[in-house]
């Protein structure tokens, strides 16, 4: 019988910020995995683009309180929050990037570390 493979704490806490922004309706949630790249200073990017800074600011909520709920994370830093154009959630492992979509399109950070790979998360609504 083969062994069940162990999701690691850094797993877990990407899965449950993705489920946050899947339940504020965030759009096009990209995942990359950086942990093979020698250069990367942490495990996941997360990104996602929102249509308003009051939705971009409703994720991050959802993210923060949903984190600290289910596994008691809090983020190291959050930046960002005042301009609300691109909010970056620091926690250590896993880097989380909330666009406003023309933001997004003109920072283009997927292209940025385009030898990671990367899962497309399908929205839920």
């Not at 309180?65 to 896993?94: A, Y």
Request: aromatic letters at 8%; charged letters at 30%.
């Amino acid at each position: 019988m083969a062994k069940a493979k162990k999701i690691s704490d850094t797993d877990k806490l990407a899965d449950v910020i993705v489920q946050a922004i899947q339940e504020k309706k965030g759009s096009d949630i990209v995942i990359l995995d950086l942990k093979k790249i020698p250069s990367a200073i942490c495990d996941y990017f997360i990104i996602c683009h929102g249509n308003s800074d009051r939705q971009i600011q409703g994720i991050k909520n959802a993210i923060e309180d949903d984190c600290f709920k289910i596994l008691k994370e809090k983020p190291f830093s959050v930046e960002g929050v005042d301009n609300s154009e691109w909010i970056l959630i620091d926690f250590v492992d896993v880097v989380v990037h909330l666009f406003l979509k023309d933001t997004r399109e003109f920072f283009a950070l997927e292209n940025l570390w385009a030898d990671a790979p990367t899962r497309k998360v399908e929205n839920l609504y």
